[in-house]
Every structure is written in C-alpha cells, then in structure tokens.
C-alpha cells in the first residue's frame, strides 16, 4: 500500500525558532499535498493545500508567513513554522493523493503526524 | 458550505458488542465520497471504509460497515464484535468530486473517542 512519512515524528524547539517538517510519498508521486494541524482531542483543521510547482493555498485565518509550504517536487512537501510559540504547540499531519486509475477518485494517505513542542 | 456532524463526543460498549457512531453531512454537490478513520492515541490516521455518493449498496470492510442513508444524509458508522484495540477517536469525513472542488480535500466531523470495555 501506499505511504507517506513524516520527518520528524516529534519535535521540541525554543520559542522564537523555526521548524522544518518534512512530508514525503514513498513510492506514488502525490499531485497534491495537505497539511492539517490537531489540537488534543479535536478534529484535523485543513492548514494549507500544496501543489508541486505553484504556491500553497491557504485557509482562511492561517498565517502564509508564518507557515510557510515548499512543494518542491512530487514526493515532498515541507511545512515550515517559522518564529515558533507556545501557541504553535501542536500535531501537524499531512496527507498525499495519487490518482486512482482513471477515474476522479483519488486516493489519500495520511503521514504520521509530527508533535510540535515549543518552550 | 460543505458540512460533517459527529454528535457523539463519546461513545462506550462492552467487548464483542456493536456499536454505531452517527454521522450525518451536508452538501449540495452530488458527486462526493465519505469515509471513516481511526486515530488511535499514536495520532496515526487509520483508513477504515469507504462510500461514494453513487454507490447502491452500503460499504463493508470487516467488522466495519457504513450505514448510508442518502436521503437523510446519514452516513453511520457500525463495529461489529467490538475489540477493545477499538478504543480510539473515530473521524467521519466527506470529500467532493465535482470540479472546482479542491482534489482530495477531506472535510472532518468534530470526531467520536470511543472506548471499549472488557
């Protein structure tokens, strides 16, 4: 089956720093990435949707600079959470869809998450 | 605006009972997909079944089968034979097929934590 990981699976980092998280397909390339961010014993909010090769789409109330998404090519998607605080003290997951044969359902696999943690 | 209700913040049943988790959404399109997930406390998202708007029969996967009323919008959830490695947060979401609509955007109910007992 298909897999998405996620690099690193927990992270703790000083208030102020920045946080790369990687995202990557292992063996589909993924048209389209997402990142969703989880408070404890909430639901999976979209952050951003990520094309290879254009600008990421943001929802509406997530910060582009502070949250910046590079997808550079069709297996890796980084999020990055530049200035960390507290606030940004969370689960991040991503997730990689691949088309399905032919049809318009696409498949969509889910990283295992990363635990962001800042001091 | 498309919408998932999960109205359940918790559920509990006892080991090889059955246990359904409600889910209900709504939208105008009419071409969409639902689905269920797990999340057990490692934060994994596990993938459980499926049902696509045109589908005629209710999805089956195991122990797990999709109750889907199209006409109320209800897409329940049923867990046959509970085990308690069910215990977990259990996340109803909905997708769009038509165009215009992002591909693979999934839009999530608030989710169930369900705990199985002995």
């Known amino acids: 089956g298909a897999v998405v990981s996620q690099h690193p699976s927990w992270v703790i980092c000083k208030s102020g720093t920045s946080v790369k998280i990687e995202c990557r397909s292992l063996?589909?390339?993924?048209?389209?990435m997402f990142w969703y961010r989880q408070f404890p014993k909430q639901s999976l909010m979209l952050m951003a949707t990520?094309?290879?090769?254009?600008?990421?789409?943001?929802e509406q109330g997530v910060e582009k600079d502070k949250f910046l998404i590079n997808h550079a090519s069709l297996t890796l998607s980084t999020l990055t959470v530049t200035s960390a605080h507290p606030e940004d003290s969370s689960f991040y997951i991503c997730?990689?869809?691949?088309?399905?044969?032919?049809?318009?359902?696409?498949?969509?696999?889910f990283g295992p998450g990363t635990r962001l943690t800042v001091t | 605006a498309q919408k998932i209700t999960q109205t359940q913040p918790g559920m509990f049943v006892q080991e090889k009972e059955a246990v359904t988790l409600d889910c209900t959404y709504d939208?105008?399109?009419?071409?969409?997909?639902l689905f269920w997930y797990k999340q057990p406390s490692s934060g994994e998202m596990i993938f459980l079944i499926y049902?696509?708007?045109?589908?005629?029969q209710n999805a089956t996967e195991g122990r797990y089968s999709l109750n889907f009323q199209k006409a109320r919008k209800s897409a329940n959830l049923v867990i046959s034979a509970s085990q308690l490695g069910d215990s977990a947060m259990y996340f109803c979401?909905?997708?769009?097929?038509?165009?215009?609509?992002?591909?693979?955007?999934?839009?999530f109910g608030r989710g169930t934590q369900l705990t199985v007992w002995p």
């Open positions: 063996d589909f390339q993924a048209t389209t």
């Open positions: 939208t105008s399109d009419p071409s969409y997909g």
């Open positions: 979401a909905m997708r769009l097929f038509d165009r215009g609509s992002t591909l693979g955007r999934l839009y």
């Open positions: 990520s094309n290879e090769g254009s600008k990421a789409t943001y």
């Open positions: 049902q696509g708007s045109y589908d005629q």
């Open positions: 997730s990689a869809t691949r088309p399905r044969d032919s049809s318009t359902l696409y498949e969509q696999y």
